[in-house]
T-cell receptor, first 114, second 109 residues
Framework: DTEVTQTPKHLVMGMTNKKSLKCEQH?????MYWYKQKAKKPPELMFV???????INESVPSRFSPECPNSSLLNLHLHALQPEDSALYLC?????????????FGQGTRLTVV | GESVGLHLPTLSVQEGDNSIINCAYS??????FIWYKQESGKGPQFIID?????DKRQGQRVTVLLNKTVKHLSLQIAATQPGDSAVYFC????????FGTGTRLQVFP
């Protein structure tokens, strides 16, 4: 099983809403990532979790709050977002952080903030 | 600094021809590189990787070349097919995976 599963696939939320994005992998990977991708742009790293601990926060605004409940799950809690936060949010996992191994990506959650 | 860039934003090729997608990187400490393919509305899909101690690696219809002297990476796709149409990203690994700007490959009959 080399799959990273993200839910939901699409999400529309108002600026006052609270929502969560979910990501799951069962490959035994100990590094998990959140990326943000705007249209026609490359994925931009947001957060890295290594062994369930936050390892990297790329100066992401606090309205994005990551959580790693266990080694298989990664959440991204959203609150008071802005329309410019609309993007494709990608989750990825790797065997270990920084390793010379591929990162597996989910299909993403298409987020629209209205 | 850390940056990965591509020379061509769009590449159009005829079906059956070979495609070459180029990528420049600036961090000589990068130890591992990956090429990803991303189709519309989907997540990036692994194509091929190469470690910094290698110059060339071949897969099925794809070859990656690494020139550390000029910090250049290329992806060669043999006998390009319509299903190869997508955006291709190179990614550079230092302690984290950083993506280049991407090249759109268009295959026409």
């Amino acid at each position: 099983d080399t799959e990273v599963t993200q839910t939901p696939k699409h999400l529309v939320m108002g600026m006052t809403n609270k929502k969560s994005l979910k990501c799951e992998q069962h490959m035994g990977h100990r590094a998990m990532y959140w990326y943000k991708q705007k249209a026609k742009k490359p994925p931009e790293l947001m957060f890295v979790y290594s062994y369930e601990k936050l390892s990297i926060n790329e100066s992401v605004p606090s309205r994005f709050s990551p959580e790693c409940p266990n080694s298989s799950l990664l959440n991204l809690h959203l609150h008071a977002l802005q329309p410019e936060d609309s993007a494709l949010y990608l989750c990825a996992s790797r065997r270990v952080e920084g390793s010379g191994t591929e990162a597996f990506f989910g299909q993403g959650t298409r987020l629209t903030v209205v | 600094g850390e940056s990965v860039g591509l020379h061509l934003p769009t590449l159009s090729v005829q079906e059956g021809d070979n495609s070459i997608i180029n990528c420049a990187y600036s961090n000589s400490a990068s130890d591992y590189f990956i090429w990803y393919k991303q189709e519309s509305g989907k997540g990036p899909q692994f194509i091929i990787d190469i470690r910094s101690n290698m110059d060339k690696r071949q897969g099925q219809r794809v070859t990656v070349l690494l020139n550390k002297t000029v910090k250049h990476l290329s992806l060669q796709i043999a006998a390009t097919q319509p299903g190869d149409s997508a955006v291709y990203f190179c990614a550079e690994n230092i302690h984290k995976l950083i993506f280049g700007t991407g090249t759109r490959l268009q295959v026409f009959p």
